[in-house]
């Protein structure tokens, strides 16, 4: 049922590795004591039973130790000193060998609970124990996790079931779900979690709530993971009767100081805040005049001394201005560089449209040199099939972290002025729900799993991190993770092509956003038709964002614009993001514009046929229920992908009118 997501602890069968574990497992020395230490322990025993049916043995007498573990103050001399490299936070942690002793060691035990996980990880991925050597630290700060979970326990944009959080027997009933959340949240680096959705009402701030997220932020602490909550920018004038909600108010400042000093009673090391604020109809520092930074600030500069933080979302966009929905978020924000207190960060989506399945980067990365900037990324697939399509989404954030955005000169990722701010972090907006399998698509859980690695190393590689959660995830042969690892790769691909081709976006189903629905205008907003993203017209398609358009590109530094500017050089995947182009254009593929568009839908399609293929070989290796899973999902993929194919290429072509090339498929 895979409830166990990647911490599955499959037996070891190689009987060499197997001897190995047993004698290192046999004798582990822990040096230090403390909630999270219990948790160590309590892991290394699950893992040990998995891994090898026995127990673990602490502190044997007179006994060669196998595993030692101790922060770096606790360790002997002539051991600590084997240590090459210095940590420079407190939660990286070092893993070598000392004769015939694995050390694990940190700076504090949280960091020891990383070092634990990843020897566990390898175990478990089969990788060798002798020679061990490992120093990982994190690049980024705060890897969170965003829950649009509501109060009564449904999720926006989730596709898994009810919410985990159960609100209505919280704070005195702890589901062990929350604990086994917290388990896998840790061994894959996530440092913080946002309970509630963005779009909430200010209900969770009472005290009545309060005490209920007191009561996780209590399971979740000696895991290293922070609670934060969603700050409804109205909760004064809800909750406190205040006339106002003016962030320069001297009342609505006070209501806010009693809550966050209310807030941290409860719960001494709160993270902070996410805030969306005069975005899709929130409320906001807008509505009385005032501006983001001072809406921001105005929190911000109460929790500084406590330690919390702002992430202040810059996913705004309003119909009422005639502008370029992608340029309205970077003409809002630039502005105020500079303004905003050192504990906010303004938390920016990978585009500047909306987690299509992709998105050239968002251009306010490089542009507020002066204010720490927090990348959003999606990883429930609220744009890509949702839960019934597998995307592999590890390569979409690399592209994403990779992108240059040349505000320094060129290899000005976004990664490294992620890792290059004082304050940094990376958001995941979650895929978990009460599924048995928490994610809905197994291989959701990837995503999850990729989510953690990449936010604590935005240079790992996807490939790495697929074969990775392959064997933790499955047990089955060397092929089947070759195999499996490669349609994993080229799945966001395959979704992009079926469905939002050559830079079109923003085509699905109105409202549900599952599907295509490219035909659609009749929304009351302009900037939520698919028509007005596509503009196709009986002789080009795309949206012309150069400098005879809405010249968005103008919001990028001059380095890209040049990649973007020409639709002769542009990179294929971001043409029509940036071009209006005859349909009858010969690209460099050889095909015309009419005809590459049909290639790409039919060769998303292929995409998945091969997907089937390729999971059916493999029938026997499976147990029924996870074989049948998948190999249903991806039927119903096919399906989907046909019906994009069909319905786009169908549509288009009134425009188009051009024929279709014979190498789309009618048949399906
Ligand atoms: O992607 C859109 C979603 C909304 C979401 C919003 C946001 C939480 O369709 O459901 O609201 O973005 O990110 O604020």
């Known amino acids: 049922n895979h409830y166990k997501l ?43 039973a998995g891994f090898i049916n026995r127990d673990v043995k602490f502190n044997t007498p007179n006994s060669e130790t196998g595993l030692l573990i101790g922060t770096l103050d606790k360790l002997p001399n002539n051991i600590a000193q084997r240590l090459d490299g210095e940590f ?11 004769n015939n ?3 694990i060691t940190a700076l504090s035990t949280v960091g020891l609970l990383y070092g634990t996980y990843n020897l566990l990880e390898n175990i478990g991925a089969n990788y060798p124990l002798t020679g061990v050597k490992n120093f990982s630290e994190p ?13 009564n326990g449904t999720v926006e944009r989730g ?29 894959i680096g996530i440092n913080g979690t946002v309970l509630t959705n963005v779009n909430s009402n200010a209900t969770i701030l009472t005290g009545t709530y309060l005490q209920k997220v007191k009561a996780l932020a209590n399971v979740f602490r000696p895991f290293g993971i922070k609670v934060y909550l969603s700050a409804r920018f109205s909760a004064p004038i809800e909750l406190g009767k205040l006339k106002t909600a003016d962030p320069l108010n001297a009342d609505v400042q006070q209501w806010w100081a009693n809550k966050i000093n209310e807030i941290y009673d409860s719960i001494p090391d709160f ?20 501006t983001h930074a001072d809406g921001a600030n105005m929190l911000a500069k109460i929790l500084l ?14 119909h009422e201005q005639n502008e370029d929905r992608h340029k309205q978020a970077y003409n809002e924000f630039t502005k105020l560089d500079g303004q905003f207190l050192p504990n906010v960060m303004v938390q920016v989506k990978n585009g500047a ?15 507020m040199p002066k204010t720490p900037l927090m990348l959003e990324l999606q990883i429930t697939q609220e744009y890509l099939g949702q839960a019934t399509t597998l995307a592999y989404l590890a390569p979409m954030y690399k592209e994403v972290l990779d992108s240059d955005t040349y505000a320094e000169g060129k290899g000005s990722t976004i990664g490294k002025l992620l890792h290059n701010q004082k304050l940094n972090g990376i958001a995941g907006v979650a895929n978990i729900g009460a599924d048995i399998n928490w994610t809905g698509h197994l291989f959701g859980q990837s995503n999850w799993f990729a989510f953690g690695k990449q936010s604590w190393n935005y240079n790992a590689s996807p490939k790495e991190i697929a074969d990775t959660w392959l064997k933790l995830t499955f047990k089955a042969s060397d092929n089947f993770y070759q195999d499996i690892s490669k349609i994993m790769l080229n799945s966001r691909e395959a979704v992009v092509k079926y469905s939002n081709p050559l830079g079109l976006h923003h085509l699905m189903g109105t409202g549900h956003h599952y599907g295509p629905e490219p035909w659609a205008n009749y929304l009351p907003r302009e900037d939520w038709n698919p028509t007005y993203y596509h503009k196709a017209d009986s002789f080009d398609i795309g949206f012309n964002r150069t400098k005879t358009g809405s010249n968005a590109l103008s919001q990028y530094k001059p380095e890209v614009q040049q990649q973007w500017q020409n639709e002769d050089s542009i990179d294929l995947k971001y043409l029509l993001w940036f071009h209006h182009v005859n349909w009858n254009k010969k690209l460099n593929t050889g095909r015309t514009l009419w005809n590459e568009l049909c290639y790409q839908y039919q060769s998303g399609c292929d995409d998945v046929k091969n997907m089937i293929t390729t999971w059916q070989k493999y029938k026997n290796e499976l147990d029924m229920p996870t074989f049948n899973h998948v190999n249903m999902l991806l039927n119903i993929q096919y399906k989907e992908a046909v019906w994009w194919r069909n319905s786009s290429t169908l549509y288009f072509q009134t425009f188009s009118k051009l024929p279709f090339p014979q190498f789309l498929e009618k048949s399906d």
Do not use: C
């Not at 574990?21 to 219990?38: G, P």
């Not at 009933?173 to 086994?180: A, G, N």
């Open 271 to 290: 993270g902070g805040f996410v805030v969306k604020a005069n975005s899709e109809g929130q409320p906001g520092p807008q509505d009385y005049n005032r």
């Open 305 to 318: 001394p406590k330690k919390g933080i702002v992430m202040w979302r810059a996913f705004v966009y309003s």
């Open 353 to 367: 449209i909306d987690f299509m399945p992709r998105e050239p980067f968002h251009p306010l990365f490089g542009a």
């Open 159 to 187: 596709y898994s079931g009810a919410s985990i959080f159960n609100w209505h027997t919280l704070p005195d009933y702890i589901d062990q779900r929350y604990i086994d959340y917290a388990r896998a949240n840790a061994s």
């Open 101 to 103: 002793t694995i050390v």
């Open 139 to 151: 690049l980024i700060q705060h890897r969170i996790l965003n829950h649009w979970d509501n109060l």
């Open 88 to 98: 420079k936070s407190h939660e990286g942690f070092a893993i070598f060998q000392h």
């Open 6 to 48: 990647w911490l599955n602890y499959y037996p070891i069968e190689n009987t060499i590795i197997k001897n190995s574990i047993v004698k290192h497992f046999n004798n582990i020395q822990v040096l230090n004591n403390d909630a999270t230490i219990d948790i160590i322990k309590k892991e290394l025993n699950i893992a040990s």
